[in-house]
């Protein structure tokens, strides 16, 4: 079975800060591995994602994240953070032998402080 | 290209009452998934449809929800008789792949539904 695990429901960070977003899995496959991103009134929108190959993921609006096996850890950083960044942010996992089913964890609000 | 399109986008009804939401995926995507969102909680997995197909319908919470997709085409999603514990946000995600397939789902921007 898979489960993600979202660390801190609200995250606050200062415009120009690093921004880290916690995302722990747990799957008994090799997981596929995705960050999706919900800005106000809008609908989830794809990030990044890791199935295969390098293990650190570039995505849009200068995010990335780095898949960690030995700590099943998908963790999601931006060097700089933007007004425009403040959104809640979903990991979500998708283990290679299910029907497609996707894992969503509970979501990590963040807050751009300027 | 027109995304994923949800209506309403939000509902308030009584409980007791039947409330239907809408979907239409992307076209040419034959895979369309409903997942629901509670307050503060994960985004949940209801079911799958493959064309009009139900694929995995483990999801469901009970059976005053019933969701069809008559077609292959859009497809609906109907609460009756509506309890309290129904209120959150229904998504609807679409993609062109299915099985051991990469391919990420495309969503809509879900529809609210408050009980009363």
């Known amino acids: 079975a898979q489960s993600v695990t979202q660390l801190g429901s609200h995250v606050s ?13 747990s799957s008994s496959v090799p997981p596929y591995l995705f960050w999706y991103v919900q800005y106000p009134n809008q609908g989830l929108q794809l990030l990044l994602k890791y199935t295969t ?11 990335e994240a780095e898949f960690k096996k030995s700590e099943t850890s998908f963790h999601l950083t931006k060097p ?25 964890g509970t979501g990590t609000s963040l807050t751009v402080i300027p | 290209e027109a995304g994923v399109t ?21 076209s040419g995507h034959d895979n369309l998934y409903w997942y629901r969102r509670v ?13 009009e197909s139900k694929q995995d319908e483990s999801g469901m919470p009970n059976n005053r929800f ?9 497809s609906t999603l109907k609460v009756q008789p509506a309890e309290l514990e ?24 879900g529809s609210r539904l408050t009980v009363l």
Request: charged share 15%; aromatic share 14%; with cysteine.
């Open chain 1, 53 to 63: 190959g390098a293990t650190l993921v570039k995505g849009i609006n200068g995010f």
């Open chain 1, 13 to 25: 960070v200062s415009e120009g800060a690093l921004v880290l977003l916690r995302c722990n899995y």
């Open chain 2, 86 to 109: 129904d209120s959150g946000v229904y998504f609807c995600a679409s993609s062109q792949y299915s099985g051991a397939s990469t391919g990420e789902l495309f969503f809509g921007e």
């Open chain 2, 6 to 26: 949800q209506f309403p986008s939000h509902s308030v009804i009584e409980k007791g009452q039947t409330v239907t939401l809408r979907c239409d995926p992307i």
């Open chain 2, 66 to 74: 019933l969701a069809e997709r008559t077609g292959g085409t859009y």
């Open chain 1, 80 to 104: 700089s953070a933007h007004m425009s960044d403040a959104a809640e942010y979903f990991c979500a996992v998708r283990g290679t032998n299910t029907g497609n089913q996707f894992y969503f």
């Open chain 2, 39 to 51: 307050m503060g909680k994960e985004i949940k997995f209801l079911l799958h449809f493959v064309k």
